[in-house]
């Protein structure tokens, strides 16, 4: 069967599953680092599990926005892509630079003196990163001496790529391309993945692609480090290109299975983040989404908690680690993360991003034109012979 025959039912999937999976790999891939400090980690992981993560992120969110993408008008698409992103990352910068740094600033120092009027203080820091460029990582100081140093959320900044492949989404919408001209998707995937073949034939171990060309500056959005740059939009790019082909594109176990055996090569050949074999990565996670039990289907149908947990992680940890939690080891450290994360993922879910996610048929109330303004109050009186316009105007 197709791809589009797998998803006839198309909540009946276990997107929601792998989403809070890769949140939580997230916390797993940080836990070491964060709690012990780079190259300290009690605990070697095999894999960039953050990076893997990530990845699949992007590749299930290209899927299921370009559906979007082609059933809403652009403005329709902005403020949906807007509720979802922008509260609850709001009101994680505000819940960090308020409530958060400010109690590990009296834990550091006995009192919250001088932490208003510091330098990199509160205010600063969500105005430096309210529109996702992470233009400042710490908040008076309070990470400073941490195992991890100079970063109170470390995550956010892949934030402002998934907002670019927004962007990229909402421009080939703009132009139509994304419906009369859906060629021009897998066109550039090709050109992406082209670089990622030849990083990766030039020198597999590198992070690449073009690791020789560490970052890129793109106006508003700030900066990018290219690797992760071609990597998740390429993925994300690929997610749109199965969506857009679904009714050729087969779903079946042989690919799944040959899709496992490609990413489990690309792993043991250390190639960063699968290399070329990107491709069979997001096959897999579309196979895997309807091929899962039944069971996992229902994670995150009704309550999607992988948003909160994404954000929320790094600064959790990140206060755990300062008020020594890591000394009991790495996995009381853990599962401790994952016990407070989950908590308040659940807070963010339930009190802002889902109130919010409300609001997406919302639209602007519009006032009726005069006639129909005139004709629900009925027809308009005619004016008393003593009122009448005067002899000659009429």
């Known amino acids: 069967m197709s791809l589009e025959q797998a998803y006839e039912h198309q909540r009946d999937n276990a997107f929601g599953f792998l989403r809070l999976c890769f949140a939580l790999l997230v916390m797993v891939g940080h836990a ?4 012990w400090g780079p190259g300290h980690e009690p605990v070697r992981m095999l894999l960039d599990t953050g990076g893997v993560a990530v990845t699949g992120f992007f590749g299930l969110s290209g899927f299921l926005i370009s559906r979007s993408g082609r059933r809403t ?4 698409f902005t403020w949906h892509r807007v509720l979802r992103i922008f509260p609850g990352y709001w009101v994680c910068l505000v819940a960090m630079a308020f409530v958060l740094a400010p109690l590990l600033y009296w834990y550091e120092h006995d009192t919250v003196a001088g932490f208003f009027t510091a330098a990199d203080g509160p205010f600063g820091f969500v105005l430096n990163n309210v529109l996702t460029d992470q233009g400042q990582g710490d908040v008076s100081g309070v990470t400073r001496e941490a195992a991890f ?12 790529t998934e907002l670019t492949c927004y962007l990229l ?3 080939l919408a703009v132009t139509t391309l994304l419906r009369r001209a859906r060629w021009v998707v897998p066109a550039f995937a090709a050109v992406l993945l082209a670089v990622t073949v030849a990083d990766t034939v030039r020198g597999p171990a590198e992070p690449g692609p073009l690791a020789d060309v560490h970052s890129v500056h793109v ?3 700030g900066w990018f480090r290219l690797f992760y740059l071609v990597v998740f939009v390429l993925a994300f790019v690929l997610g749109m290109t199965a969506n857009l082909y679904r009714s050729v594109i087969p779903c079946n176990d042989v690919l799944g299975v040959a899709a496992l055996v490609l990413v489990a090569v690309s792993l043991w050949l250390d190639w960063p983040l699968f290399g070329p074999f990107v491709v069979a990565f997001v096959y897999l996670l579309l196979w895997a989404g309807v091929r899962l039990p039944k069971v996992l289907r229902r994670v995150g149908r009704r309550n999607d908690y992988s948003y909160g947990v994404y954000i929320y992680a790094f600064p959790i940890q990140q206060a755990l680690a300062i008020l020594g939690v890591p000394r009991f ?3 009381v450290y853990l599962l401790t993360s994952v016990v407070a994360v989950a908590a308040v993922a659940a807070c963010s879910w339930h009190l802002v991003e889902k109130p919010a996610l409300g ?5 602007p109330r519009r006032r009726p034109p005069l006639s129909g303004r005139r004709a629900r109050r009925g027809p308009v009186p005619r004016p008393r012979a003593d009122t009448e316009a005067p002899a000659g105007t009429r």
């Open 329 to 331: 080891g790495w996995t």
């Open 169 to 171: 989404v909402l421009g």
């Open 219 to 221: 106006p508003v959005l």
């Open 32 to 35: 070491g680092v964060i709690g």
């Open 149 to 160: 140093a100079g970063a109170l959320n470390g995550s956010l900044w892949t934030l402002k």
């Open 73 to 76: 008008g652009p403005a329709r």
């Open 359 to 363: 609001l997406k048929d919302w639209a």
